[in-house]
């Protein structure tokens, strides 16, 4: 079992920068892979990043490529997602995820989710 918390969202205007960030609980998170998903009103919830349980593997999804970066640290049990260059179409609820598999972008291949955290970036 893994618990996950978000922290670190808020309001930014355009061209900002936040850092993400997602605790997890329980002595085996290094064995999960993790992934950043994220719903804004009205749309499906969609991929934005992953990383493997190593930290030596990301996937972003295109429209956040060399923008966002994906990182952890199995030490303090935490995965983050820094974000640059924030549009205001990046603004969502983003919600951080465990697979016990390799991660992939589909959000039902998740066994774990938090609660979310919500990113509004203003023009």
């Known amino acids: 079992q893994v618990q996950l918390a978000e922290s670190g969202g808020g309001l930014v205007q355009a061209g900002g920068s936040l850092r993400l960030s997602c605790a997890a609980s329980?002595?085996?998170?290094?064995?999960?892979?993790m992934g950043w998903f994220r719903q804004a009103p009205g749309k499906e919830r969609e991929f934005v990043a992953a990383?493997?349980?190593?930290?030596?593997?990301?996937m972003y999804a295109d429209s956040v490529k060399g923008r966002f970066t994906i990182s952890r640290d199995n030490a303090q049990n935490a995965v983050y997602l820094r974000m640059t260059s924030l549009k205001p179409e990046d603004t969502a609820v983003y919600y951080c995820?465990?697979?016990?598999?390799?991660?992939?972008?589909?959000?039902?291949?998740?066994?774990?989710w938090g609660q979310g955290t919500q990113v509004t970036v203003s023009s």
């Open positions: 990383i493997n349980r190593s930290g030596e593997g990301t």
């Open positions: 329980g002595r085996t998170f290094s064995s999960y892979g």
């Open positions: 995820a465990a697979t016990r598999l390799p991660p992939i972008p589909t959000p039902n291949t998740y066994n774990y």
